[in-house]
């Protein structure tokens, strides 16, 4: 009963103690170290692996992301074919909606603005909208973007969201697929993106569609939030965008090469908000449990949950 972790980016050896810590009686190889037979592997752990990882593991019956996307797994022409298993859980969904109602909030709030008078020492008082004024706009009404949307909901936010399929989620207006695109960008003027990344959705973000979003809300032009990934986002045409008044601001988590080069024009734009791909952190211990646990009910002969579909890429 062996587990083959590979993971890059993040401490690798500190993922290995906590799945260790789980279940002690279950061998944790970390690919690449000496002595690491990844023959023994029944199962692979995952994040931005080493193309051709599994490739020398015949006995793995399924490989589990440790993030909710999986695109920098399914990337790997050489992967097996065995079931690749997602993230859902309510810790990462909680860290996301906290980011993106975060970053909802900066913009209705005028945040940004506050913070350069708060420099100059100057007591400005702005206008205060209310949220029910603001049209919210979700690509993405999976796991997280639910999640978002429901809150945001609450907080009175107008909310729309985008997908695949038609949802039917209380208080959320539902558009689907590449006829319904058109509609939800026409009445959103704040976009949050937490789309996965596959064929269909990169380079999603860029300068044709945010020409399509409303222009009539209360920051005159609309603003865009990206905590997806970084290929959804045409990082010249958001930039081209900021400069002509097509946007008026952006939040982005994610980006074209990460980490951000310093010389990326991106971090030193009045009108962009970032944080490094840290909207939603993978935190070991929930992580850990969630996947010991999935592997405990697969061997006790139940079936593995958010299997990945290869072919939609999510
Ligand atoms: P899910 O798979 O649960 O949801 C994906 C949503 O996107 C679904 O609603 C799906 O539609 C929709 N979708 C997919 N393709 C299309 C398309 N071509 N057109 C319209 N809608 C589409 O994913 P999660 O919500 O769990 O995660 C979303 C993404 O968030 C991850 O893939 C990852 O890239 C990113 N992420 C970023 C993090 C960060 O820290 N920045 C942390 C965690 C995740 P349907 O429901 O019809 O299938
Ligand atoms: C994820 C991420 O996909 O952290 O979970 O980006």
């Known amino acids: 009963m062996s587990l083959l972790l590979s993971i890059s980016g993040w401490n690798v050896a500190d993922w290995a103690e906590r799945f260790r810590a789980l279940d002690p009686g279950r061998t ?15 199962y692979g752990v995952a994040w931005k692996p080493a193309a051709g990882i599994f490739t020398t593991s015949p006995n793995l019956k399924a490989i589990f992301s440790l993030g909710a ?8 022409k050489t992967l097996p074919d065995v079931p690749v298993v997602r993230i859902i859980d309510a810790d990462l969904t909680q860290r996301m909606t906290e980011w993106v109602t975060l970053q909802v909030l900066l913009h209705h709030r005028q945040q940004r603005r506050l913070d350069a008078a708060q420099q100059r020492r100057e007591w400005l008082s702005l206008p205060q909208g209310a949220a029910s004024e603001v049209r919210v706009g979700i690509l993405g009404l999976g796991a997280l973007g639910k999640d978002s ?18 949802k039917s ?14 509609a939800f960008l026409a009445r959103t003027e704040i976009l949050v993106c937490l789309l996965p990344l596959t064929t269909d959705t990169t380079g999603i973000l860029n300068y044709d569609l945010f020409t399509g979003l409303a222009r009539d809300g209360r920051f005159g032009a609309p603003v865009v939030i990206n ?3 970084g290929g959804h986002q045409v990082e010249a045409d958001i930039l081209r965008a900021l400069d002509d008044g097509t946007l008026s601001a952006v939040s982005l988590d994610v980006f074209e090469t ?14 962009v908000t970032l944080s490094p791909h840290s909207a939603a952190d993978s935190e070991p211990e929930p992580m850990c449990r969630n996947i010991m646990g999935q592997i405990a009910a697969f061997e ?9 579909d290869r072919n939609a890429g999510y």
């Not at 944790?28 to 029944?42: F, V």
């Not at 996307?69 to 790997?76: E, Q, R």
């Open 69 to 76: 996307g999986v695109d920098a797994i399914l990337k790997d």
């Open 149 to 166: 949307a429901e809150v945001l909901s609450r907080l009175g936010f107008q909310v729309a969201g985008w997908s695949r399929s038609p």
């Open 227 to 229: 905590a997806g990934r």
């Open 28 to 42: 944790i190889q970390i690919a690449g170290e000496p002595g690491t037979d990844p023959a023994l592997a029944e």
């Open 300 to 308: 006790r002969g139940e079936p593995l949950r958010n299997v990945v």
């Open 169 to 182: 989620i209380p208080g959320i207006e539902s558009f689907s697929g590449a006829d319904g695109l058109r």
């Open 258 to 271: 990460e980490p951000l080069p310093v010389e990326n024009p991106l971090w030193g734009h009045p009108g």
